[in-house]
């Protein structure tokens, strides 16, 4: 295992005999965690399909029977086990998952790349071919069935060559890597690229056309007699330059139903990402706002979609930012399947470098946005090769969580983060509660520190790690602040842009008014003078300045609680030195957007902290 | 020759017999034109070593009697032929060099890629060695010595792997690429790494040691064993990250003289480069001055090197901007051997896609820089493998200027241009002045619609090409610029940073004093509030949003003049696509700085124009 420390599964035995089935692994997994335990415990399995994904736990003395569907037992498994590891003790349980579908797209390339990666290479790419070792694999689809992730993407939306051969000529490397997932209850998923036909000869690729349509048809038939139990196909179309639909003068539903009827013998699902705007905006033109530009093209497809297409929409109308609203999409399509996406992969929130617990933030999400809206969750994966497979040792607390997310949107952050800590860590009471707080307030530390009030895209360009307030402003990309020496931010009202209302009426109103818009959105929703003064009765300025001050004391003080962890040697030493690379960049954070502002604005820090110059 | 054109030499055969020196290689030339012209022309070479590189041409009716030392012979014959195709008669003619090292630079890597080129991948390296159609090396020769151009350093300064095997296990490959070259009075130079010593197995590089002193010294007689008439080593060290004597508590005249005494016994030089500032600068650190740097570092070692040291100092103190006060350094230093640097490939200058003829330029550096300063020049390559060697077909005008440049830096700028214009293109008086002018007032148009009043680095990092004014502002090269609300610019006076203190006397007043300091240099040596009002009664807001107004209407003047060119039918085709690209550069940064500044000033355009919020 090459050093890999387990993450939250550190406490089970490092291998497991061979199994075929969920079952199976159920019954290892049990067998070898309550032997390793030596109480005595004993188990029974009842597969029970009416409970299909969903389980039933039920302690008699020491033997705990299990009752669940294919996948079931072994959701019931884990949790047994997890539970126990956590010392909850012998619970009986009842579970069933929200959502049928709990997806990881890795954004693997097949030169062994990862796009927005930050944890290694990938774990199965390497050289333009598969390339992996199968205990990591096996590992992997342990730790993936214990969070209750069911679908693995494996290869990047943008789909770079040689990767749409694993369609075509690599069916048999995609055969045996599926079967190495599969007693894991995890299936499969390949990104595909809608030009597919035209590589493989055809004159077009338009989806009315007959022979595409047969073209696909013929290709799923191939791919699923290879791996029948493959979840289906991922799309990145007519998005940032990926080629689609639009090229041939069709809808997204037309050219996502081609695939549909391609795909619906195989009980094959296609999922559509939503993530469509013009990536060559000219920044002169004020009018285009491109978080409106999802909403505007979907909507009028709402109820076009077939029944096996599921529509995959970012957390919120731009991409993956620290803090944005939720997609107006999720909240108005209403005859189409919607799938929520979320990043673990910390492109703009740290890069896991910087610590960046997830769980609060989705919870705001699912606070905003019914759960029965959607039909499934995906995440951009935050896996590699490195030694801590998710970069930073405290980033498999994303991982796990998530999974989690998906199977119950219900569950409280508080509980996601502390039972991630007393899986992963052997702490008393006083150190566990100190490392699950720094965690829950990472967040609200990186926030204040980069982008407070919803003002988003100061980054660097391209690697999106650091400051650069005015690196955006005059690009292609649609993502301005228009910051000048009065005022910040895009009015998105119905005077502005229009996008808040998209939302529906009760929401609108909370935006759109700016006596109830959150501080978090404020500047994502209005444009404020330098001089507005908000409900504290602060300066808009000065309350930049403030988060600015704060957020970098907030890592000050999270370095001083880390440091006094006693946490096993490696991920200490880890986490450590990555937090301190963490106060590097919270310093740089501080000083350049504070002086940003403060050549805009002219305006001294009323407490009388340094600005430079 | 894989379609190429030729540049200035097209009117001649395209192949030459083989040559074994200068001599021969003049006697072929003027054979092979002579007998072009079939004017019955004859001629008669006299070596006369007294002569040097100089050369006297006299006509005795239809006899061209050439006198000239080992290569005067040869650039005699390239004047007599070059003189004939401009159609200035049969001219007596005596010249010598005002230089005698007139060196290329070119920063070829041996994976074929080619640092800040912008004319297709390496003419002699690509995939880790030397490989080459030996044709056009020869081809090369005749364009380098018909330019005067008589030292060519074949790879990167920045010396990447494999390059360092150049004076090692690539000597014989050297040796063959040298005698190619050999002919046309062209002699190599390698650019070395001064951390060699440690890749060889010893445990230092530092200059005093004696192991490194015998090491270095034997290299050099194993190089100059095989390449005799090498002329030196290029060095760049303690610059950007480069390794150099610093690291061992040395100095710079300690490491240059250390390798200085190696090569001398083979007349060898060691061109050692003076561009070295702190690239890892706090930006919050208002004190350090980049242009400051070089000046501080080496004053102090005037008097301390060999005397087969040359000091290769670049124009400016920064780094090839558009424009730069002469570095400090060229006039200070009276006890070291100096050589100009300036770049023909187009950094920051437009990348051969901007029209932008140097010559004006270097006028100016030689108006304020006495040519006796000086011991030789340099220029870092615009040349690459693509169609037209460099890049755009105009930019081989900077190269054949450069050459004439190094020979007599008093040459006039009109001259050059209008001396290529002749050998390059047949067109009518008329369209002649037209593409003259044009080209002659190419470097104003770029400096008003990029960076006036001497402003730099507003450009995109890493690619400078386009306008990314915020882009360097925060970051680690010591290049900001410091714009507010209020005002722009650095304060470089006296009560500045102090850098116009480096300069002579007279200069310094001149650029301090705010009634005698240049427009084209008043931002670079003063801070000043947007009000201020100029010499010509503008205020300095209302000369930035001018002269970006200008600038982009000059550019659309150029296209219109180009368009009405009848020029060769690929070199029309390819100047004006990439002149539609330099149109939209242009408008670019014409709305990029306008609107950068007005929303930093609050100031309207005076005259109405747009400019957008």
Known sequence: MNGFDGLWLKKLQRTLPPCETPAETAKAELSAFFADRGLGETFALAEDEALGEGYRVCWEG???????????????????????????GRQDLASAPQYPLRMLNAWDNMDGSVERGYSGRSLWFEGGRFDYDPERIR????????????????????????AQELVSGMLGDLKAFAALLRPFGVRLMVSIDF????????????PLDAGVREFWKALADRVWAEVPDLAGFLVKADSEHRPGPNAYGRTHAEGANMLAEAVVPHQGVVVWRAFVYDCMQDWRDAQTDRPCAAYKIYQPLDGDFRDNVILQVKNGPYDFQVREPVSPLLLSLKKTHLALEVQLAQE????????????PMWREIFDVLPKENI?????????????????????????????????????????????WVR?????????????????????????????????????????HYGPCPGGYEFDLWGTYHRADRNAVGIDR????TGYALQYPEKLHELYENLDTCPDEMLLFFHRLSYDWVMRDGRTLIQRIYDDHFEGYEAVRAMAETLRAL?????????????????????????????????????VSDARGRRIYP
Chains 1, 2 share one sequence.
């Open 566 to 602: 006693p946490l096993p040697e490696n991920d200490k030493a880890e986490a450590e030195s990555r937090m301190q690379r963490q106060l590097r960049n919270a310093r740089e954070w501080r000083d350049v957007i504070n002086t940003f502002f403060h050549r805009l604005s002219g």
């Open 195 to 206: 030009s597919l036909p035209l590589s493989a000869g055809l004159p077009t690729a338009d």
């Open 348 to 359: 703009y929130t740290g890069q896991q470098i910087d610590l960046y617990a997830m769980p």
């Open 139 to 162: 590992y992997l689809g342990r730790l993936l069935a214990s969070a209750h992730i069911n679908v693995l993407c494996l290869n990047n939306v943008n789909v770079h060559a040689p």
């Open 62 to 88: 020491a033997c705990c029977r299990v009752a669940g569907g294919h996948t079931g037992l072994l959701y019931g498994a884990y949790d047994v086990i997890l539970g126990l590891l956590k010392g909850e």
């Open 493 to 496: 009202t119905g005077e502005g």
């Open 423 to 463: 899986l992963t860590y052997d702490l008393n009471v006083e150190d566990r509660e100190s490392l699950c707080r720094l965690l829950a307030g990472s967040r609200n530390a990186y926030e204040k520190y980069t982008a407070p009030l919803g003002l988003c895209w100061m980054v660097v360009p391209h690697t």
């Open 375 to 419: 039909c499934s969750m995906a995440a951009v994966s935050n896996l590699g090769r490195g030694y801590f497979w998710t970069g930073h040792p405290f980033a498999a607390l994303n991982l796990y969580a998530y999974g989690r997310l998906a199977w119950q949107p219900d569950t409280e952050p508080g509980r996601m983060i502390g039972d």
